[in-house]
Structures are given as C-alpha cells and as structure tokens.
C-alpha cells in the first residue's frame, strides 16, 4: 500500500456494532438465563427458551451433546444444565439463535476429552454427568463439592441401601426459601403448584428425589466446570468409608453421616447452631 492509501485506511471511520456485557453465575437455571437476556434488551425471555429448547425449530444439532440429550417426556427444560455459566458479549442487533449458539458453543467446548474419558471410565453418560454436577453446584459449589458428590455417588451406586438423592434441591417441599427446583421454578413456569400437580403430576415425580429413585429427569440449574469435574472425581475416602448423608448449619458447615442415627444426631447439632 501506499502512504496516500494507508492514511485513507487509518483515518477512516468503521462503524461497529453496538455489543452488551451479560454475567450468568454458576449455579443459575434457564429461566434465569431467559430473565437476564430480557433484562439486557436482547430478546424476550420466552423467545430464548423457546429457542434454547428447540421448541421454535432451533436446532443445534452441531453439537454432539444436543444428539445425545434423552427424549424424555418428564424432563421439564432440554436446555437445563447445557447453558455455560460465564460472562459474555453478545451482539445487540444478534438473532437469538446466534445469543443460544453462543452459550452451547462455550458448553461444547468445556467437555474436554479428559472430562469424556473420566465418564466413560464410571460409566457414566454426559447427560446423567451433568444431572449429578447441578445437584453438587447447588448443594455446595464450594470446597466440599468433593465431598458431597461422594455421597449422591453413594446413594447411586448398584448396592445402595438409600438409592434416592433425597435432596431439598428439588422436593416435595412448598417453601419459596428452600432454593427448590419444583417450587421455585418448574411449578411457575407450568401455573403454579397446584396446577402442576394436577396437570403435569408426571414432572413432579421425575424431579422429586425424595420419592424417585437414581437421578431426575434433568438437572436442575446449570452447573460451572467445578462443580462438573467434583462429579467425576468425588472424594475416594468418602467412596470408600460409605457417606450417605450430610447437612448443613446456618454458618455453612457440613455434617456427614454414614447412618441414619448419625446423620439424625448430626441434623440435631446443626439446627442448634444460631
């Protein structure tokens, strides 16, 4: 080029497209992947889902994890667990495909051959890898997630003598503080808990792990890379010395039991502590 053409190239004005910043944290659901898109201005909540969900025609069948998701009739969002927690910069004048293909884009490339090989190793499937790690982000997402994976790998393994999670994370419990899954989220999204009941009775059972058992239908928020590799690699003394139970106190300090007399007697000290 030449000094006449690379001044024209230098002092030319380009005009970029407009971009916005979004932060989803670990341990969010779709619906508050939905919310926060809507908040942003980038399209409506129920375009997203409808969208991330496949329910619009979207498809993103580029990713190996959208071929393997189950087809099943009892899980509540196909999209839960395969949004990537991160921070993002999206296009404001982007379709909502492009905003969704982001996201998975981010997820595929977080399962790594390594992570595959560990699932393979335990016999374990990316869908049912990513169950497990939702419970773990929620029930921990900190120090202890090793620790708490042990328990569910516990309470999941073949001889098993309590083969239900039995976790409050997704209950039969009605109590908009208990970060319940089918309280806080499925049963409004549906109409409420009555009407789930009534009308989708089929969802409530999948997801309440107090009554089924193995894992639920689907995860229940979409977990960070921690809480996914705790999954696959919980903590071998708590395999080997059979921890089936934990609770937490007010202060976030966990309780672990290998018996119900245990776990009963830990639950004692932990709700004492003020």
Known sequence: M???????????????????????PEG????QFAQRMEQAGLCTAQEFLDCANGLDGSDFGQYEFWNQMPDDPDRFMRAEGYLSPNT?????????YNYVDKLYGQFDSTITPELKARMAEL????????????FVQEEAGNA?????SAVFHNRLADDSPFPRLESNVSSYVENPNDNNYL????????????VMMQEHKNIYDAYNTYERVGLPAGPVSNPGIEAIEAALWPDQEFLDEKYYFFVTDKNGK??????????AANCNTAFSVS
């Open 2 to 24: 030449g000094y006449d053409e690379i001044i024209e190239v230098l002092t030319t004005t380009v005009n970029r497209r407009a971009t916005t910043t979004v932060t989803f």
């Open 28 to 31: 969010i659901t779709a619906i």
């Open 88 to 96: 993002y910069e999206f296009y404001t004048d982007d379709s909502v």
């Open 123 to 134: 016999g374990m499937t990316l869908d049912e890898t990513v169950i497990l790690a939702s």
């Open 144 to 148: 202890e997630s090793a620790h708490v």
């Open 183 to 194: 309280y806080n989220w499925v049963a409004p999204y549906l109409g409420g808990w009555d």
């Open 254 to 263: 966990y309780y672990y039991g290998k018996t119900t007399a245990e776990h």
